[in-house]
C-alpha cells in the first residue's frame, strides 16, 4: 500500500540576502501574520534583499523532502 503525500501544515520564515557575503535565514514561524509582525520591528539594512519562504511541514510517513520556497519580496 502506497501512502498519499499530505500536508500537516506550513511554516514561513525570512531569507536575508545581502549583494555580498553569505545568506542568513531567520527562524521558522507558525504563521505569515506572525512573521509579518516579527519583521515589522526589524530595521532593514539598505543593500540587503528580504524574502518570505514558506514551508509545507508532512508527517514521517510522506517521506517527502521539498525545499522552502520564497513566496514574496519584503
Given at each position: 500500500m502506497e501512502?498519499?503525500?499530505?500536508?500537516h501544515g506550513?511554516?514561513?520564515?525570512v531569507?536575508?540576502a545581502?549583494?555580498?557575503?553569505?545568506?542568513?535565514?531567520?527562524?521558522?514561524?507558525?504563521?505569515?501574520a506572525a512573521?509579518?509582525?516579527?519583521?515589522?520591528?526589524?530595521?532593514?539594512n539598505?543593500?540587503?534583499r528580504?524574502?518570505c519562504?514558506?514551508?509545507?511541514?508532512?508527517?514521517?510517513?510522506?517521506?517527502?523532502?521539498e525545499?522552502p520556497k520564497?513566496?514574496?519580496a519584503?
Amino acid at each position: 500500500m502506497e501512502l498519499k503525500k499530505h500536508a500537516h501544515g506550513r511554516r514561513y520564515r525570512v531569507k536575508i540576502a545581502p549583494f555580498s557575503g553569505p545568506t542568513r535565514y531567520g527562524e521558522w514561524f507558525e504563521s505569515e501574520a506572525a512573521m509579518r509582525s516579527a519583521m515589522s520591528e526589524v530595521a532593514r539594512n539598505i543593500g540587503n534583499r528580504y524574502y518570505c519562504e514558506e514551508k509545507i511541514i508532512h508527517c514521517a510517513e510522506c517521506e517527502v523532502d521539498e525545499k522552502p520556497k520564497v513566496i514574496a519580496a519584503l
